[in-house]
C-alpha cells in the first residue's frame, strides 16, 4: 500500500524542540520532492518547507527559517522536519505530502498545487 505517515507530533514548549517523521512505504520516496504543510485551526493549509528529491535543495517559509530544518533519511525513507525555538503561532496539524509525477519544490513549496499522496497528519501544540 502506497502511503504516507506522520509521527512525532504532540506538545511542546515555547522555545523547545519536536522532530517529525514522514515514512513512506510501498515505494521509496528518494528522487521526490516533498512538503511540509501545517493547518492551524481556523486557518487555511500552508506550506512549511520542502526537499527537492532531484538535488536536496531546502525551501521554507519566512516564518520558520532558521528555526526549522527538512531532511532526508534514505535508509530509513523518511523525511524529517526539525522544529526548533517553537513557537504558538506553530501550532497546528503538519501533514507531508509528495507527488510522484512532477517536481514542484520551490519557493512556493508546493501550495496551491495538486500533490498525488498525503499522509495523515500529526497534531502539534506549542503552548506553556
Known sequence: QVQL???????GQPGGSLRL?????GFSLNYY??????????KEREGVSCISGNDRSTYYRD???GRFTISTDIDKNTVYLQMNSLKPE????????LDRVTRFCDK?????RYLEIWGQGTPVTVSS
Open 5 to 11: 505517515v506522520e509521527s512525532g507530533g504532540g506538545l
Open 21 to 25: 517523521s514522514c515514512t513512506a512505504s
Open 90 to 97: 506553530d501550532t497546528g496539524v503538519y501533514y507531508c505530502a
Open 33 to 42: 520532492d516533498i512538503s511540509w504543510f501545517r493547518q492551524a485551526p481556523g
Open 63 to 65: 516564518s520558520v527559517k
Open 108 to 112: 512556493t513549496l508546493g501550495a496551491g
